[in-house]
């Protein structure tokens, strides 16, 4: 019998290839524990680094958002038509 947290690592691992994948079929793959273990640790570094790409998202948005406040952000149109 297959222990509980592989199963849960192999649920985890194929719905995150269905969410990569899309509407595209999902390839296939020998499933075992090795090929579970390494697509899981591939799935949770995409994770991070979606969180990450996120967060400088965000702080890029945060920055435009005062620097328009304080006026200090144009517009590259603005500086072509004042030349």
Known sequence: ???REMREMKR???L???KIYGNARVP???VNER???ILHEVMECNEERDKDI???IEDFKEREAKYEAEGEFESP???MESK
Do not use: A, G, H, R
Request: aromatic residues 14%.
């Open 16 to 18: 995150w290839l269905k």
């Open 35 to 37: 090929t579970v273990d």
């Open 54 to 56: 996120s967060l400088l």
């Open 12 to 14: 985890d691992v194929t």
């Open 28 to 30: 296939q793959y020998e």
């Open 1 to 3: 019998q297959v222990p």
């Open 77 to 79: 149109f603005l500086i």
